[in-house]
């Protein structure tokens, strides 16, 4: 326990702070903001796995977030059965095509020595394919985005349980993780960065402008969520019952019945508001746990020490008949399907799929900050980094709004200085994140909570 000591108390810190938002802000606010630290934390557990095991720096992060939340409607929404009259047989005759034309590659490549007919011959694969992809989707796209695009214009999905969504969004992050990988792993590290950010750039940019898969910038709302609806809860008796239960002292100081029933039908819908937090902090909470009881095993394990020993030094790693390739490989698909895990949980917890919204200063640096603040190597420290990183991002404007009222507070209202500063508190969380990242840089260069290092 004593080794713990001070991940304990830097937790403690944390949802102290976390609590505190809750009495002086509001508890629907703290529990917000807690579903979004364990939801970052997912991401940042994704991306030390990569870094802090194996030394691979992925800055594509985006791209299998934007994975995840994708695989949220592919495999939830139900499907939209006149968009796939009109155009769905001519869309799986396309993804036949793109799976011939890989196959036809890989064969090509394996079979005939490199020379100028292999280039040529899959040079011919390749025009061919695009040219067949390009006439047989470009009327089935069209009839496809043609139905009812104010509600539709997609194929929908396959319909199942939002859940399952979150181990397809760990697939489809894996699948192309695993094509990223066997392309780019055998790059420098700083090429590396460039390679996997211009890829995840490329992937949301194709979920962006294809309309017919989800809907593009007009967004896919009204999401399947694995807990119950607010409006539901404010009409079922049994929860009724239950807040009126818990808040019976407050409500017998009302003598008047009219009055006693709006203060209710109010507390009834905070109350609802609170509970389904509830649920979503308990469900992610639970991801969490999972994915740190089976990460702290692998690092302690001989696959995290012969991985360590990879990212220390490749050559002497090698020289041991560890095989450098196939490891990095595996490693960038571990860390790539954790965080396409993440990125169908935030789309679960907002409801929408929003293609437009990812971006890569949300979705990929400050998830670097994250790993960083919170210490590389060390999965509590990564945690804890996403929750740090992440209260600080929320907090900022209302921390800095404090700030600005109390030195500002002898100027007149419309000063313009004090007005500027007050419109611009939004921004300062860019300020203060990059001011607390130079202080831990400076002062804790290994992270809050660095890594331990294990002597055999």
């Known amino acids: 326990m004593k080794q713990y000591a001070n991940v304990i108390t830097a937790y403690l810190i ?103 007919k292999r280039n040529y011959l899959i040079a011919s694969i390749i025009i061919i394919g695009i040219l067949l992809l390009r006439i047989i989707s470009a009327p089935a796209i069209e009839g496809i985005e043609s139905v009812e695009p104010a509600k539709t214009g997609f194929l929908g999905g396959l ?6 969504s979150w181990i397809g969004g760990a697939f489809l992050a894996a699948g192309l993780a695993f094509v990223v990988g066997k392309v780019a792993l055998g790059l420098r590290a700083d090429y590396l960065a460039i390679a996997t950010l211009l890829i995840a750039e490329i992937v949301v940019s194709i979920i962006k402008h294809e309309d017919w898969l989800a809907r593009g910038v007009k967004n896919v709302i009204g999401l399947k969520r694995p807990a119950p609806y607010e409006i539901d809860l404010q009409r079922t008796q049994w929860f009724i019952d239950f807040v009126e239960k818990f808040h019976s002292g ?24 609170v509970y389904v937090k509830l649920c979503f902090t308990g469900l992610f909470l639970s991801v969490v746990i999972i994915l740190l009881v089976l990460t702290q095993k692998a690092l302690y394990s001989p696959w995290g020490r012969m991985m360590r020993a990879i990212r220390d030094n490749e050559e002497a790693a090698g020289a041991m008949g560890k095989n450098v390739v196939k490891q990095h490989l595996l490693i960038f698909i571990l860390g790539s399907a954790i965080v396409g895990i993440a990125g169908a949980m935030m789309v679960t917890n907002d409801g929408l799929f929003t293609p437009g919204s990812y971006r890569p200063m949300r979705y990929t640096f400050v998830i670097w900050v994250m790993v960083i603040v919170g210490g590389t190597g060390n999965n509590f420290g990564a945690i804890l980094g996403g929750f740090v990183v992440w209260f600080l991002w929320v907090e900022a404007a209302p921390i800095a709004l404090f700030f600005i009222n109390l030195f500002t507070s002898h100027l007149p209202e419309t000063n313009e200085i004090r007005v500027h500063l007050i419109n611009s508190a939004s921004y300062f969380r860019f300020l203060m994140i990059g001011i607390g990242l130079l202080i831990i840089m400076r002062f804790r260069p290994q992270g809050i909570l660095p890594e331990k290092i294990i002597k055999n």
Not at 50 to 63: E, K, R
Not at 159 to 164: A, D, E, S, Y
Not at 260 to 268: A, F, H, S
Request: hydrophobic share 60%.
């Open 159 to 164: 319909g199942l349980p939002v859940l399952i």
């Open 250 to 273: 407050k409500l017998a100081l009302i003598n008047s019945a009219a009055e006693k029933q709006e203060m209710l039908n109010q507390l009834v819908i905070s109350a609802s508001s």
């Open 14 to 116: 944390m949802f102290t702070l976390i609590i505190m938002v809750g009495v002086f802000q509001s508890w629907s606010i703290a529990l917000t903001i807690l579903n979004y630290c364990l939801i970052s934390a997912v991401m940042t557990i994704g991306a030390n796995i990569q870094w802090g095991y194996a030394g691979l720096i992925n800055f594509g992060i985006m791209g299998y977030t934007a994975l995840g939340g994708l695989a949220v409607v592919l495999f939830s929404v139900a499907p939209v059965d006149e968009a796939w009259s009109v155009g769905g047989l001519n869309m799986m005759i396309c993804v036949v095509i793109i799976i011939s034309i890989v196959i036809a590659i890989r064969y090509t490549l394996k079979k005939i020595a490199p020379s100028k």
